[in-house]
């Protein structure tokens, strides 16, 4: 039991150098985002529990939830903030005729891949196969024809008794209608299989 | 003069054409808006767009303010039937959870425990109460009654609508081989680092638990570890666990403690060890979980109770989600051998739950125990669960 004792005793000892260096570590905080909250959100919160739906809280309900499972999980308050805002932005069913409603995001710019890469890849998986229980291949939805996959991605989607919801524009509203055209396209063109 | 009457003619069609003209004219001037009437509409859209912003700022109150409260938790319910016979409604089970958040800067959690008991009666138990300061991004200091962070059954998996299987592993329940709570101070954090890599830690110290003498009072008989708000022995326990993910969805853990604990009359104090490890890892539909724990205290001389004690335990539990259905299945294999051994035991446990959501949960499980023939650690059982988390 001596060699526990000791490694204890120097994790104590990193520990107060840590405590020590607070001033130097606190930086400034930076905002949430979006893109690195969904990879986050993937990657830690059904770690320990079944994944919670990001629809089942409102805005301010998200917050206190988020700093109790920061300490649970061990995450950054970097992390934490990606999170709170990823929730919080997906934690609506836009209605389906938004169109005028939605601020009109103007095009990023960016190819489909990288949307995807950025995006969705956290829940639909670098294969498209679906990385969490309860996202499905995209294979299995393929199917349908472009105007109702791209209301579903834009809007939002939950198919009956599905476990988890696809949250409008995968938790990104800077997304525009082009942006989602070009991911769509590049779904249907390399993870289709 | 036939010139002067076409002339005339044509005054006539012209005048009239004209008067066409004006009345067009004059039906244009009534349709098109004026000047003014284009300011009014501008200034109502300015009015609009304003008020659309003030909604859009009274959205964001949602998100942007200093206190916040927030009530959660989880119950559950169940039915038990042992082998030989003795079938019952055997689990009341409420336990509500109260965040208060001030920025984000300080968070109070605390959850009760409250519970039917046999005899009727209602337990109530502070399960946990800390208070939190976010000192920076990588810390938090926790201070309070917090649950035990050896291993993570205990402070992670223990609760109905989280466990997969009605009961804990052998050896991991109340005053067994894992810690439970403790009272004291805790630093918990983490971070990601290089590609996809994380690592979480939790240190603190504590008061410690208190050792339980047999009935005759010559032999250690248990170790409580509910946390206690005294420390007789006056050594405070150390300990923590760093946890390691070296890809998204697998996690293994290390923790450990160590102190000194006595007992009333000892002219000192016995060394106290703990020592864990634990296991996390996915693979698609597929969960596997396992841990093993162990406590020592070691013996003293001239002391009441004279020899040393032992409690380890360990369990290892595969689950799978038979998507899409909402039926998981999972089996469990725990061994808890301590140096008493009408508390040793050996468990099989296979369990079939139904996921309404992922946070209600009906269980479905039976448990083929091994333990001292004649005694409860050798029945097996039968389990009913429903458990909801809010």
Known sequence: ?193 | MDDTESLKARIETLEKQLSEVKELLKKQVETTATKEEVKAVKKEVEVAKKEVEVTKSQQDEWKFYDSTVHLGGYAQVGYASDDPANDRFNQVQYSPIFHYQYKDLILLESEFEVEIEGDGETHLALEYLTIDWFMNDYMALSAGKFLSPIGQFRQNLHPGWINKLPSAPSGFGHDQAAPVADVGVQLRGGAPFGNNMQANYAVFVSNGPILELNEDGDEIEAIETEGFTSDDDDNKLFGGRIGFLPIPNVEIGISGAFGELGLPGDTGDRDYDVLGFDLFARWRNLDLRGEYVKQEVDGFAGSVAEEGQEWEAWYIQPSYKLLPTKLEAVARYSDFDSTHADQDQQQWALGLNYLFSANAIAKFAYEFNDGLTGTDTDEDRLFLQFAYGF
């Not at chain 1, 905002?31 to 969904?38: I, T």
């Not at chain 1, 709170?84 to 609506?92: A, E, G, I």
């Not at chain 1, 696809?166 to 289709?192: C, F, H, Q, T, W």
Request: hydrophobic share 35%.
């Open chain 1, 1 to 193: 039991m001596n060699i526990l004792k000791n490694t204890m005793l120097i994790s104590l000892k990193i520990v107060t150098l840590l405590i020590l260096a607070v001033p130097v570590l606190s930086t400034a905080a930076e905002e949430g985002d979006v893109a690195r909250g969904s990879k986050a959100w993937a990657n830690n919160c059904s770690r320990c529990h079944n994944m919670r739906d990001p629809k089942e809280f409102r805005d301010d309900g998200w917050r206190p939830i988020i700093a109790h499972m920061r300490l649970r999980a061990g995450l950054s308050g970097q992390q934490a903030r990606d999170i709170l805002t990823f929730l919080q932005s997906s934690n609506y069913t836009a209605p389906a005729s938004s169109g005028s409603m939605t601020k009109v995001a103007e095009s990023s710019g960016e190819d489909g891949e990288t949307i995807y890469n950025n995006t969705c890849i956290a829940c639909h998986g670098a294969d498209g196969q679906g990385a969490l229980p309860g996202v499905p291949k995209f294979s299995e939805r393929l199917s349908k024809p472009d105007d109702v996959l791209l209301s579903n991605i834009t809007n939002g989607f939950q198919s009956k008794g599905s476990p988890m919801a696809m949250p409008p524009k995968g938790g990104n509203p800077n997304l525009s209608d082009a942006d989602i055209m070009n991911v769509l396209s590049y779904i249907r063109e390399n993870l289709g299989k």
